[in-house]
């Protein structure tokens, strides 16, 4: 396939559905031991179930099934409706019994690999594509990515034995800059700075990484991402507030 300009020269659809596959099988054994009971018991996610998590997960690899299919064939399915339909299809399917939703994930999740390969296939990744009809489009190269933490988010969310040290450095390389950028646009969110250990390196959202009058969060990269994606507390971080010493952690606004 010929390279376009607005598709990363680090993009690897294959080995970005690799890692999918690979977050599902882990995903759907998590399911697989769990009980009814603890289907309907809360998950990390505000106000939802582990029920509505798993049928969430469910509905979006349907959703994003759509939007591969735009990439390759043109003809734009949007990934939803409306969001009215979203929300009310993650309710009906909140409360199934745990069998129901493990067929279920494990169908949808069939669906997106099919949709997968015909969109590479036709190696339109370039393509928009459109979560809800007249929705600002963003190119289809980074449904892959959105997929993956989709899967491995919101398996940390249903609380039960996978957390983000479970998560890959390939997956937590690739948010971690996704973090930043969203961060950096959005108004409510403080200026920070990040000191990632292992790489002593700093980074600044909303600030220059060598800004003293900013304050600066330590920690492993792992937990500063599980932190900011709202899956963490920011147990092992420490907060240094430019008086000097340690402070509290900053208040950060929801990921969504």
Known sequence: ???SPTIPASFDAAADLEQITEATAHLLA???DMTDEQLRE???CDGWTRGHVLAHIARNADG???????AATGEVTPMYESDDKRNADIEAGSSRPVQEQLADLRESAGRFVEAYATAQAAGHWDAPVYRTAGATPYPAHQLP???LGEVLIHHVDLDLDFT???WSDTFTDRWFA?????????????ALRLDVEEEDRVCGVKADPQDSGVVIVRGPKRALLAWLLGRAS?????????????GPLPKLPAWA
Not at 64 to 70: D, G, I, Q, R, V
Not at 178 to 190: C, G, H, M, Q
Request: no cysteine; hydrophobic share 40%; charged share 20%.
């Open 1 to 3: 396939m010929t390279e």
């Open 30 to 32: 998590t399911v697989a």
């Open 42 to 44: 809360p998950s990390l």
């Open 64 to 70: 994003l099934s759509n939007m591969l299919n735009t």
């Open 145 to 147: 990515g959105k997929r």
């Open 164 to 166: 983000p040290a479970h």
């Open 178 to 190: 996704d973090a930043l950028s969203r961060f950096e646009t959005r108004p409510e969110f403080p």
């Open 234 to 246: 920011g147990d092992g971080l420490v907060a240094v507030i430019p008086a000097g010493g340690r």
